[in-house]
Nanobody
Framework: QVQLLESGGGLVQTGGSLRLSCAAS????????MAWYRQTPGKQRELVAE???????TYADSVKGRFTISRDNAKNTVYLQMNSVTPEDTSVYYC??????????????WGQGTQVTVSS
């Protein structure tokens, strides 16, 4: 059973910084992608950033140059460093782990979400 535990959300002022963490536990195959998504009420969940086990990264256009995703494979943990935040970044942020098994099976898991609120 895989579990994801997020931390680091909270209230931050416009222009400030925040760092989110997501620690995965359980049986985790080494070939995987970890990602951060966010969702605001009435909107679809959207990808913020993702990082593969080989450290290839992808970012949403809205966060490029401001957010940085990184991972510590030894700790099965992914981080999201959020800089120069704006009120538009206010959302619930979710961690996602997608595992690609050698036999072509795949599975994905979600964290419980952490609220980020940016005050103007």
């Amino acid at each position: 059973q895989v579990q994801l535990l997020e931390s680091g959300g909270g209230l931050v002022q416009t222009g400030g910084s925040l760092r989110l963490s997501c620690a995965a536990s359980g049986s985790i195959y080494s070939r995987n992608t970890m990602a951060w998504y966010r969702q605001t009420p009435g909107k679809q969940r959207e990808l913020v950033a993702e990082i593969t086990s080989s450290n290839s990264t992808t970012y949403a256009d809205s966060v490029k140059g401001r957010f940085t995703i990184s991972r510590d494979n030894a700790k099965n943990t992914v981080y999201l460093q959020m800089n120069s935040v704006t009120p538009e970044d206010t959302s619930v942020y979710y961690c996602k782990l997608e595992i690609d098994y050698p036999d072509s099976r795949w599975a994905y898991y979600w964290g419980q979400g952490t609220q980020v609120t940016v005050s103007s």
